[in-house]
């Protein structure tokens, strides 16, 4: 299973109960009231624990955490040492 | 509903005797016709909401048929006992003092409330305080997150950021408080035959600032439709005594004094209210701004934050939820 296949997989089993329906890569968690703000803390738990990346204060922005495809380009660049939003890289 | 033009801190202004004689009416009249019982019973935080409740309830059943409630425990503000005691004076209402730090020792808050601090905080321990402050959402676009703030016996302050678990642990611990009080609450109306009078006013009930089945649990809530500028308003009119109205409001939860625009809000009550007028009335980002003394785009996100509050919390309000409707009239 690749990256975002595992986040995507995090995200149905933690917050849809399974069920995967109408969830795109670029769904927004907040706007579709997928997650809410102690979603995103177990999001980030998940993260750190998963994927060993330290997430910053500066970091916890939607354009890093608002959707599968935004947490998967955000680890991506956090475990290759490039630049995320927010954040030094 | 769309407001372009005319928005102002005077669109919260009040028709006092006209709002008093109104919900004392709506008072008497859901007491009545739906609650049936002979009083009510108000717990007194010392803070301005608790009071208005009282005077409104005071105003519109009798002073014979309204009981104040002050439960203090180990991390009440000193002057919290002092301030409800007042308050309760000035109505001529009678009160029962139930210290809850008791209740609290037994089912374990006091202990469990620290071993979640020492979770981020390893030495946390005696002659330490502490708190919940959350991220400034009105400066940035970012999720709201959540610092413990610690303070030694050295007066020394830190501030960590909250993992998940720690963070669920303070909170589910610090909700035997509200439960418990409004445990002691429902005992005391059902022994006098009375109904409990909630304290919530609309920034709180709307963006869903109170605990389920605890400070959120009610028979009636009186200023729950009132902006909280308006409940100062209306203290003033009903003579609330000016120590109370001039005190900032407060948590009065967490052992570190905490305010409520620290924890919950993200603006202090004065802009907050008028963000969320704004908000219901339609007003754009560009003519609240300047009223407010924000950036539209800072305005824009107390919106997006006003919304999203409004949808993560909406279960709050919900009554337990049934698999099909089950006809009962």
């Given at each position: 299973?690749?990256?975002?296949?595992?986040?995507?997989?995090?995200?149905?089993?933690?917050?849809?109960?399974g069920?995967?329906?109408?969830?795109?890569?670029?769904?927004?968690?907040?706007?579709?009231?997928?997650?809410d703000?102690?979603?995103?803390?177990?999001?980030?738990?998940?993260l750190?624990?998963?994927y060993?990346?330290a997430?910053?204060?500066e970091e916890?922005?939607?354009?890093?955490l608002?959707?599968?495809?935004?947490?998967?380009?955000?680890?991506?660049?956090?475990?290759?040492g490039?630049?995320?939003?927010?954040?030094e890289? | 509903?769309?407001m372009?033009?005319?928005?102002s801190?005077?669109?919260?202004?009040l028709?006092?005797q006209?709002?008093?004689?109104?919900?004392?009416?709506r008072?008497?009249?859901?007491?009545?016709?739906?609650?049936?019982?002979?009083g009510?019973?108000?717990?007194l935080?010392?803070?301005?909401?608790?009071?208005?409740?009282?005077?409104?309830?005071v105003?519109?059943?009798?002073?014979?048929?309204?009981i104040?409630l002050?439960m203090?425990?180990?991390?009440?503000a000193?002057e919290?006992?002092?301030?409800?005691?007042?308050?309760?004076?000035?109505?001529?209402?009678p009160?029962?003092v139930?210290?809850i730090?008791g209740?609290?020792?037994?089912?374990?808050?006091?202990?469990?409330?620290?071993?979640?601090?020492?979770?981020?905080v390893?030495?946390?321990?005696?002659?330490?305080?502490?708190?919940?402050?959350?991220?400034?959402?009105?400066?940035?676009?970012r999720?709201?997150?959540?610092?413990?703030?610690?303070q030694?016996?050295?007066?020394?302050?830190?501030?960590?950021?909250?993992?998940?678990?720690p963070y669920l642990?303070?909170?589910?611990?610090?909700?035997?408080?509200?439960?418990?009080r409004?445990?002691?609450e429902?005992?005391?109306a059902?022994r006098?035959?009375?109904?409990?009078?909630?304290?919530?006013?609309?920034?709180?009930y709307?963006q869903?600032?109170?605990?389920?089945?605890?400070?959120?649990?009610?028979?009636?809530?009186?200023?729950a439709?009132?902006?909280?500028s308006?409940?100062?308003q209306l203290?003033?009119?009903?003579?609330?005594?000016?120590?109370i109205?001039?005190?900032?409001p407060?948590?009065?939860?967490?052992?570190?004094?905490?305010?409520q625009?620290?924890?919950?809000?993200?603006?202090?009550?004065?802009?907050?209210?008028?963000?969320?007028?704004?908000?219901?009335h339609g007003?754009?980002?560009?003519?609240?701004?300047?009223?407010?003394?924000l950036?539209?785009?800072?305005?824009?996100?107390?919106?997006r934050?006003?919304?999203?509050?409004?949808?993560?919390?909406?279960?709050?309000?919900?009554?337990?939820?049934l698999?099909?409707?089950?006809?009962?009239?």
């Open positions: 299973m690749d990256l975002k296949d595992e986040i995507r997989s995090f995200v149905v089993d933690n917050f849809l109960f069920d995967a329906e109408g969830l795109t890569d670029d769904s927004s968690f907040i706007r579709e009231g997928i997650v703000s102690t979603g995103i803390l177990q999001l980030v738990a998940y750190q624990e998963r060993q990346v997430v910053a204060d916890l922005i939607p354009e890093n608002d959707s599968v495809q935004r947490v998967a380009t955000f680890v991506e660049g956090k475990r290759g490039g630049s995320c939003a927010g954040g890289g | 509903m769309t372009t033009k005319g928005f801190p005077e669109v919260l202004r028709d006092h006209q709002e008093a004689d109104r919900i004392c009416t008072i008497r009249g859901l007491m009545r016709n739906q609650v049936k019982r002979g009510v019973v108000v717990a935080s010392g803070g301005i909401d608790s009071s208005v409740t009282a005077a409104l309830s105003r519109a059943l009798g002073r014979e048929r309204v104040g002050e203090p425990e180990r991390h009440s000193r919290t006992l002092a301030l409800s005691g007042k308050v309760a004076r000035a109505l001529g209402i009160t029962l139930e210290d730090s209740i609290l020792q037994s089912v374990g808050f006091y202990e469990k409330y620290d071993n979640a601090v020492r979770m981020v390893p030495e946390y321990g005696d002659g330490w305080t502490s708190k919940i402050v959350i991220s400034a959402v009105a400066n940035q676009p999720f709201t997150s959540f610092y413990l703030v610690t030694n016996s050295q007066k020394v302050q830190s501030t960590v950021r909250l993992p998940l678990q642990e303070i909170v589910a611990a610090t909700n035997f408080k509200q439960r418990i409004k445990m002691l429902y005992y005391h059902d006098l035959n009375y109904a409990v009078a909630g304290t919530p006013n609309r920034l709180e709307d869903g600032f109170f605990v389920k089945l605890g400070d959120g649990a009610a028979d009636i809530k009186p200023i439709h009132l902006y909280k308006q409940v100062y203290a003033e009119f009903l003579g609330i005594p000016e120590e109205r001039s005190r900032k407060t948590t009065d939860t967490y052992s570190l004094a905490q305010g625009d620290e924890f919950y809000f993200s603006l202090p009550y004065q802009m907050m209210d008028l963000c969320l007028y704004a908000r219901n007003v754009p980002a560009e003519s609240a701004a300047p009223v407010l003394g950036e539209p785009q800072q305005v824009l996100m107390v919106y934050d006003i919304d999203t509050k409004r949808k993560t919390t909406r279960y709050l309000h919900l009554p337990p939820l698999i099909e409707d089950v006809e009962w009239e």
